[in-house]
């Protein structure tokens, strides 16, 4: 883990978009990230979830994380709310577990749920049902996430940097720049 933590400060400390205050969160940030990016080098499929105010961020992951300039693998991330827009009305363990039935089936390398919103929101039933699910919490302190203020003025900048160390991340792990395993 140290050479996550000491490659993540050194890449915030290097980025140009006033990102210092991320620098006393990256202990929070280093397994998180560590989790999500050993999981995706795994073979396992991405599905984003979002808040309805959050939306817009889920379809900037989907669009930015293949870009052909990177000149990288391609990853499975998906909307899951595009590809199951009855996901809304899952509201019982029931129709969770057929859902997870059919997530199982449809992605047979595996899949994590990669949440970003509000704690409180519908989607949470789903996101907070396995534990290697990759969540970006707003106005909760909830176990194993990364929390995230929704009355923070600078919060979508903060969203668009912190989604940047994510990839940054994945592409150095990648690339065999960064071993998560030491």
Not at 50 to 70: A, C, L, P
Not at 114 to 139: M, S, V
Request: proline share 3%; glycine share 4%.
């Amino acid at each position: 883990m140290q050479q996550l933590l000491k490659w993540t400060l050194e890449t915030i400390r290097e980025d140009d978009s006033c990102f210092s205050w991320m620098e006393e969160y990256r202990y929070e940030w280093a397994p998180l990230v560590k989790n999500a990016v050993s999981q995706s080098i795994e073979g396992k499929t991405v599905l984003i979830l979002t808040d309805e105010s959050r939306k817009w961020f889920g379809k900037y992951i989907v669009n930015s994380i293949n870009d052909m300039q990177k000149n990288r693998p391609l990853l499975p991330f998906y909307q899951l709310s595009e590809s199951f827009p009855n996901l809304y009305t899952n509201n019982n363990t029931q129709d969770l577990q057929l859902l997870e039935d059919m997530l199982d089936i449809s992605y047979p390398n595996g899949y994590y749920v990669w949440y970003i919103g509000k704690g409180d929101h519908p989607y949470t039933k789903l996101a907070f049902r396995k534990e290697e699910n990759f969540l970006w919490i707003l106005d909760e302190e909830v176990q194993n996430s990364f929390a995230l203020r929704s009355s923070d003025t600078l919060l979508d900048i903060k969203l668009l940097q912190l989604f940047k160390l994510f990839d940054d991340t994945l592409s150095a792990v990648l690339f065999g720049d960064l071993d998560l395993d030491v």
